[in-house]
């Protein structure tokens, strides 16, 4: 048996007549993330957790930016693409962080959990999704992007 783990990092642009995604989830908000598919940056850093460790590349090379094909495209779908590319592999954890100032996002965190847990075919008690602000300091701060970071840790039979 082995273990492997990933991390993920994404970014997104805060901007408005966006709907705002995370995980999944549409929270409401007065503006929303900008990027070429739904700008769910959430689960864009689960996506590149899992294929970090499973050694599959990163999302880009997956679902490039270029391709009409992923023009608005749910995240989630993607992740469930993902989550079959892993083939043998389990699923053991999978943790994220969100930065952002505004707006809390503790009200949404179960639902997140539920839908990635879902998406990825685990149960619940395999995810966790946790939240934090940029204290006023940096882009973050001033409401100009969002961060998502995770970590993936995957089980392969030898
Ligand atoms: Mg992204």
Redesign the pocket.
């Given at each position: 048996m082995s273990v492997t783990t990933g991390i993920g990092w994404?970014?997104?642009r805060l901007a408005e007549g966006r709907a705002l995604v995370l995980g999944g989830v549409r929270i409401e908000h007065d503006r929303g993330l900008d990027?070429h598919?739904d700008?769910d940056?959430l689960t864009?850093a689960v996506i590149d957790a899992l294929l970090g460790a499973a050694g599959l590349g990163d999302?880009g090379e997956h679902f490039p930016d270029t391709d009409e094909a992923f023009r608005g495209a749910d995240s989630l779908a993607l992740l469930r693409d993902v989550v079959a590319l892993l083939g043998y592999r389990e699923v053991l954890h999978v943790d994220v962080s969100v930065l952002l100032e505004r707006p809390k996002l503790a009200p949404h965190k179960a639902a997140i959990r539920d839908g990635l847990a879902g998406a990825l075919g685990v149960e619940p008690d395999r995810v966790n999704v946790k939240a934090t602000t940029g204290e006023r300091l940096g882009f973050v701060g001033r409401e100009e992007g969002v961060v998502a970071l995770a970590v993936a840790t995957l089980r392969a039979p030898d």
């Open positions: 994404d970014v997104h990027g598919s700008a940056v864009h999302i």
